[in-house]
């Protein structure tokens, strides 16, 4: 009988210890529940993360409607413009380059369409994506921007191995990727620039990820690129727009910073890399129409008076012999001025707007070019004579459309 009792006692002292530990564990979690829990569903509200991001495609490529923005999982970009290529028909019309490229929007062309912007930082990257996609996904014609700093040795070594190996792998669903965001999102909400409010209202047709939900910026349903607000500050210049006055791109191209690295000469090995591009495209019978995207023409001209980026000097010519007796086709739009535009048209000091980028096609056609087949000189004039602003051809649809 004292055994039973003394084994009683014992169990009796161990649950009473457990519910303590179990209480002290609540109670140590609470905090953490309490600061840790609205970032997280913040998160996962907004899709920024802990969200599958391949329903959500697969939705604004059906609807034609929607806008995805991340804030800070832009590593998200390069799988999304892979699995938009493979996870709809074949798009007559691809183009591919760039940050550069992602003004090029469905509304230019009368064919069908896809943008596939963003995904490439060096010139071997081409070939690597386009290897990935499936025959039956191949488009007949390929709009790439060759960046110039492409050709520049020491922009291709800084850059390393390009963004190969990112593009099929979706990387939306990583658990460990969103929790390392919980600082963040705490910081940003407490300076206030996180609007708690926007995720309280109508969740019809909501964007997706952070950048869409707080600045109406992101990618459309075609692959293009939405600046949102970033070009409501620069019509109104708002001195807290990005590159404001190309205050930052200039100071890069004094320092030789970044993407305006010095350089004399163009890089051989990235030369002979567009050939061999072009080369397989031809194999599969895919036209190349390529340019090289235009600076703003005070960043254009600070890089001349350096006397210490004459590669980009040299650049046309060299390129121009990649292409030349060749079906393919190279225009160079080097500058604003050189797509018939001005600085007012440019994002900033290396992107150029919308209503320049339709210029550039503009030009494109008239000198000829076999773009014809899929878009249409005088419907892109028309569009361009009711143009919104200098940046804006096509009206958007409400926010978040």
Known sequence: MNDGSNQQGTEAVNSRELRGFLKRCCLFALPL????????ALLALSGEAFRDIDPVLDSTIRTGRGLIGFAWNEQNYPYLKYAGVVRQPRREVLALGSSRVLMFRQEMFRSSFWNAGYTIQTADDFRKFLRLIPDDRQPRLLLVALDQWMFNSDWIAAAGQGSSGSWN???????????????????????????????????????????????RKGFRPDGSFEYGRQ?????????????????????????GRERFRYGDVPDEAALREVGQLLQECEQRETTVIAFLPPFADAVSEAMRESLRHDYVRRLPEAVGKVFAETGHELHDFSSMSACGSADEEAIDGFH???????????????????????????????ALGGAVSALRVYREGPPGI
């Not at 529940?33 to 970032?39: A, E, F, R, S, Y």
């Not at 550039?360 to 076999?370: C, N, T």
Request: glycine share 10%; with cysteine; charged share 25%.
């Open 33 to 40: 529940l309490i600061i840790g829990g609205p970032p997280l």
């Open 169 to 215: 792998r979706n990387p939306s669903v990583n658990l460990q990727q969103g929790l390392r965001l919980l600082p963040d999102v705490i910081g940003d909400t407490l300076r206030g620039r996180i609007s708690l409010g926007k995720f309280l209202s109508d969740r019809s047709d909501a964007p997706f990820g952070l950048n869409a939900w707080q600045n």
């Open 231 to 255: 070009v409501e500050q620069r019509l109104s210049g708002d001195p807290k727009c990005p590159d404001f006055k190309f205050t930052s791109s200039l100071r890069r191209v004094r320092e």
């Open 352 to 382: 150029a707007g919308e209503t320049a980028t339709v210029r550039m096609l503009i030009r494109m056609l008239e000198a000829g070019s076999q773009l014809g087949e899929h878009c249409d000189a005088a419907e892109l004039r028309a």
